[in-house]
């Protein structure tokens, strides 16, 4: 079993917390060493309250997905032969409401793009078949209650 940790930090310091309108911008440390200013959306706690230049978690999962899908695309890729020179997704997350009335993300969609070089250029079904392959096997896509839709650009 494999264990994956993230320490989130946040300090009120001379902020009055009563208010409700203290600052949400807070920071995700990796194992690493790498720091991340995170922050809620600015659609969910309006501004100056969210810090709209920091990752919220929303963003944070969208990007999560979009990562595990990108590697195991390449991998298989790979595995079959073919050059990846190029991989660029514009996903998206979109939030609705569920069951009960409450907001989650309820869908993402991957728009991959990907370019090739080589003597074995892969068709348009075996992207495809790479994408499902991946979206099959992707420890985030496996963890999600929203609905992914993948459009191969």
Same mark, same amino acid.
């Given at each position: ?11 009120? /310091? &001379? @902020?009055?917390?009563?208010?409700? !309108?203290?600052? !949400? ?6 194992? /690493? ?9 600015? /659609?969910?706690?309006?501004?100056? #309250?969210?810090?709209?230049? &920091? ?5 944070? %999962? ?7 899908? #990108?590697?195991?695309? $390449?991998?298989?890729? @790979? ?21 009960? /009335? !409450? ?7 991957? !728009?991959?793009? =990907?370019?090739?070089?080589?003597? &074995? #250029?892969? =068709? ?8 499902? $392959? ?9 963890? %999600?209650?929203?609905?992914? =839709?993948?459009?191969?650009?």
């Amino acid at each position: 079993m494999s264990e994956y940790k993230a320490e989130v930090v946040w300090q009120r /310091g &001379n @902020q009055l917390f009563t208010d409700n !309108r203290y600052s !949400r911008g807070h920071e995700w440390k990796f194992d /690493g060493g790498f720091s991340v200013p995170a922050s809620s959306a600015p /659609g969910s706690v309006p501004l100056p #309250m969210s810090v709209a230049e &920091n990752v919220d978690p929303e963003e944070a %999962l969208v990007a999560a997905l979009a990562s595990c899908h #990108m590697l195991f695309f $390449l991998s298989f890729a @790979q595995k079959q032969g073919f050059i990846v020179d190029h991989y660029q997704d514009h996903a998206t997350g979109f939030m609705e409401k569920n069951e009960r /009335g !409450r907001l989650y993300v309820a869908r993402i969609e991957l !728009r991959p793009a =990907t370019r090739f070089s080589g003597e &074995n #250029m892969p =068709t348009k079904e075996q992207i495809d078949a790479l994408h499902h $392959l991946s979206h099959e096997h992707c420890y985030i896509a496996n963890s %999600l209650r929203a609905d992914v =839709t993948i459009i191969p650009e």
